[in-house]
């Protein structure tokens, strides 16, 4: 009999625990789809993610792992992870100064120890007193003692030097969206602020998606960019009453958080994802989607049948938001064909992406 994979025992203990992915995901500070992924086996968990893991769904680490699948487990981490807990809190303190000495790093003494990205995000929205959005980003930047500087850095959309004394931020100067600029610099004091975060030096390369990230950290740093530049409490407040469309997502986008629709249509998921599925597509091709908490799963590909679909057989000369109610099967895998989808999709020639937005139809 096969051994069960670690993936196959996470999500085993968190059905037991009767914890949703979404919940277990906040609490660890990755995203839903990353737990997604581990539990199916597609990524594999750090040993320091592992305790985190192991932590909320209140089980000893070693139920994750069978005779098996120790391999690949560096045998000092687990010796370093096992044996801090015994100390003092006075110890652990001198053995975290040791560590960001080692490192050549820093840790901000004011701050509090934390436990995700998140948390530090809105523990420096406190800290800072932002009270409105959008965020001043540049504020928040100075108020950690980063220097700015722009320069064309070719591929790279900013880099940071990790200084303890003077950390350094190089935004590419060739940049033409400062909301691209402000969302960069958000990742890059993410990487400053968290703790763990060890590395010297840190980039956010260009055209690198949300999903195509696989290193904790990064996911980790646009956690904490995305709620630094999107409060939770204040979207969540802004959305509860609303009736979400694409129309109600670049009014809020442009005019009050001064970012892109698709940054707050991803923070709207955070909350709302079992209301509505945003996503974006070129042709039949779906380049992103938000789908969490959302009871069916989506499609591959865009089908005909659906108005997103009219765009590449009839498309408009100028921007345009099509509306209307198709089978729930045109985009959904596992739905019945009985139930029925209401589709909202929007298109710029300009930029030949289209957005759409999809919710059950309400009866």
């Known amino acids: ?25 906040d609490a660890v500070g990755v995203t ?35 005779d098996g699948d120790n391999e690949g487990i560096d045998p000092m981490d687990r010796v370093i992870f096992s044996t801090v807990p015994f100390l003092n809190a006075n110890n652990k303190r001198k053995v975290l100064d040791h560590v960001f000495l080692l490192s050549g790093t820093k840790f901000y003494k004011e701050f509090p120890f934390l436990t995700s990205a998140t948390e530090y995000a809105q523990f420096l929205i406190r800290d800072c007193k932002i009270k409105d ?6 504020q928040v930047s100075e108020s950690l003692g980063a220097r700015i500087m722009r320069a064309d850095i070719g591929e790279c959309e900013g880099i940071l030097y990790k200084n303890p004394e003077s950390p350094l931020i190089i935004l590419n100067s060739q940049i033409k969206s400062i909301e691209r600029e402000k969302f960069t610099l958000a990742i890059l004091l993410g990487h400053l602020v968290i703790p763990w975060h060890l590395r010297q030096i840190f980039y956010r390369n260009e055209n690198k998606k949300s999903l195509d990230i696989d290193d904790q950290l990064d996911i980790e740093a ?44 991803h923070k709207y998921a955070e909350f709302y994802g079992a209301k ?53 099967n045109i985009w959904f895998k596992d739905i019945s064909a009985k139930i029925e989808v209401a ?9 030949n992406i289209t957005v759409s937005l999809l919710q059950l139809k309400q009866r």
């Not at 993610?49 to 070693?62: I, S």
């Not at 959005?133 to 540049?138: E, H, L, M, Q, R």
């Not at 589709?343 to 930029?351: G, I, Q, R, T």
């Open 276 to 328: 509505a599925v945003y996503l974006k597509s070129a042709k039949t091709i779906i380049t992103r989607s938000y789908v969490d908490g959302f009871p069916y799963k989506l499609v591959d590909e865009i089908k005909e049948g659906s108005l997103a679909h009219t765009f590449i057989t009839a498309p408009p000369t100028i921007k345009e938001t099509r509306k209307g109610i198709v089978d729930g």
């Open 222 to 265: 646009r956690q904490f960019a995305g709620e630094l530049m999107l409060p939770g409490l204040t979207v969540k407040k802004d959305f509860r009453k609303i009736t979400p469309s694409i129309e109600v997502f670049e009014k809020f986008a442009a005019e009050k958080y001064k970012c892109s629709m698709t940054a707050l249509a």
């Open 133 to 138: 959005s959008p965020v001043n980003i540049f």
């Open 32 to 66: 839903t789809a990353f737990i997604s992924q581990i539990e199916s086996d597609s990524r594999k968990p750090s040993y320091g993610l592992m305790l985190k893991l192991a932590h909320e769904l209140g089980v000893n680490l070693d139920c994750f792992f069978t």
């Open 1 to 25: 009999m096969r051994a069960m994979t670690i993936g196959k025992r996470i999500a085993e203990k968190r059905k037991v625990s009767k914890i949703t992915q979404a919940v277990l995901a």
């Open 343 to 351: 589709e909202e999709s929007m298109l710029d020639p300009k930029f």
